[in-house]
């Protein structure tokens, strides 16, 4: 654990305030659900939730089927990083934080399919790109997304099939988020 130098005393409601800059480095954003865990030292440990982490069994399972279904490598992240990989050359991308363009197209609750020569930076390090991408929103919040990553054999064009079935793994993984 590292030491911030910060103190800060409890309210008479019970409430603490993390400072700004520790809330801007971790990307805490007003209104992000936290879980509070504490252990035998008594220390009490703040962690930010990610029901599609919560998941991620679930995540594998379907990033495997898209792989299945599409023939290309497929990834399911939540709001901050990768949860699920499967296909050729994508182990190296589980638990890395995503791009901020892949976060700036899931806020914004957009899509994104490859126009033959656009892709979509998904993940810097290790690079990834996406052909296709669609947002999980649950109950109008942006939880995550499903993403057809580039690779090697990629065909310049995704089928229609293709796109349908990326766009069918994160509209399943909504509704199972509002279940």
Do not use: W
């Not at 409890?10 to 480095?25: C, F, S």
């Not at 703040?46 to 497929?74: D, I, N, R």
């Not at 979509?120 to 997304?145: E, N, Q, R, T, Y």
């Amino acid at each position: 654990m590292k030491a911030t130098g910060i103190v800060r005393r409890i309210d008479d409601l019970g409430r603490v305030v993390i400072p700004k800059e520790i809330r801007r480095t971790l990307k805490i954003r007003e209104g992000m659900p936290m879980e509070i865990f504490t252990d035998v030292s008594g220390e009490v440990i703040l962690k930010k939730y990610s029901p599609v982490g919560e998941m991620s069994q679930l995540a594998q399972a379907y990033a495997e089927a898209l792989l299945s279904l599409t023939g290309q490598a497929a990834v399911v992240c939540d709001a901050e990083q990768i949860i699920a990989v499967a296909g050729p050359g994508t182990r190296d991308l589980l638990h890395k934080a995503i791009a901020p363009p892949f976060d700036e197209l899931l806020r914004s609750r957009r899509s994104f399919v490859t126009d033959q020569n656009a892709t979509l930076l998904v993940c810097k390090d290790p690079p990834a790109a996406a052909l296709a991408a669609f947002p999980v929103v649950s109950v109008g919040d942006i939880m995550g997304g499903v993403a057809l990553i580039k690779g090697e054999k990629s065909p310049p064009k995704l089928s229609a099939e293709s796109v349908e079935s990326v766009k069918a793994a994160a509209m399943f993984l909504s509704r199972q988020l509002e279940t």
